[in-house]
């Protein structure tokens, strides 16, 4: 991945992780140097930020099943979990992914915690309303043109409120960054790829404008967080008919 490239408009090459053919030991190791990535760029904030917002505005409910796709091994779910013991929530975790590397992750690293389960699905295969909440970290970059608003689309079918988006600002400090602490903390072909390579695919305020107006969806919101991410909340009907 080159240290030096144009981020004017969205890249479109794919990652390696969209490649489900490879996979194996690399893969393994890459998601756990990316929940170390995870750590130093504050990830989990933006998810937490958007559910607790759509959390508010359907009523502060005393349950809550959010349903994570695309979760990879799901290690941004863990602030959501110490915030439901703070709130009182009782609250349920659903992790979504299509790799089974992903998901013997995901079970390892929450094998003590009742309140997670994880799933190896499509979210295409998905029953309408199947979460209250649906989010995705990292998830909707790696679609463009019609397949954005498809899989967002197919995120608000499963929702029963609506869906939070979490995922990365385009912007060259971004770029930057992260090109050198992938070099710095992996020698893993994943990280020093697809980590660079994500925040060139990643989105700016004019991308998400264009998605609320491709979606028609006017109570869509997005709010620019550190370090360097987007909080997208987009409530569904059901939302609308509570309000």
């Not at 917002?53 to 941004?76: F, T």
């Not at 799933?119 to 295409?124: E, F, I, L, S």
Request: glycine share 6%; with cysteine; hydrophobic share 40%.
């Amino acid at each position: 991945m080159p240290f030096f490239r144009t981020l004017s408009i969205r890249a479109r090459e794919d990652e390696l992780m969209d490649d489900f053919s490879m996979g194996g030991d690399d893969l393994r190791e890459a998601l756990k140097h990316l929940r170390r990535l995870n750590k130093i760029f504050a990830a989990p904030g933006p998810t937490l930020s958007g559910v607790e917002k759509l959390w508010k505005e359907i009523g502060c409910p005393d349950q809550l099943h959010i349903m994570d796709v695309g979760a990879g091994s799901g290690d941004v779910n863990e602030k959501l979990l110490r915030w439901s013991d703070k709130k009182g929530v009782k609250l349920h975790i659903t992790l979504i992914d299509m790799t089974e590397e992903a998901c013997v992750e995901a079970r390892r690293l929450f094998q003590n915690e009742p309140r997670v389960s994880v799933q190896r699905a499509d979210v295409m295969d998905l029953p309408d309303a199947s979460a209250d909440i649906v989010t995705g970290s990292q998830f909707v970059h790696h679609f463009d043109g019609q397949q954005l608003i498809d899989i967002v689309s197919q995120m608000l079918r499963i929702s029963r409120y609506g869906v939070v988006i979490n995922d990365i600002h385009r912007h060259p400090v971004s770029y930057t960054a992260v090109w050198i602490t992938t070099r710095l903390i992996s020698r893993n072909r994943y990280i020093r790829h697809d980590g660079p390579l994500s925040v060139a695919k990643g989105f700016t305020g004019k991308d998400w404008q264009e998605l609320k107006e491709k979606l028609n969806h006017h109570t869509m919101s997005y709010t620019w967080k550190p370090l360097f991410r987007y909080s997208v909340v987009i409530p569904n009907d059901a939302v609308k008919r509570l309000s």
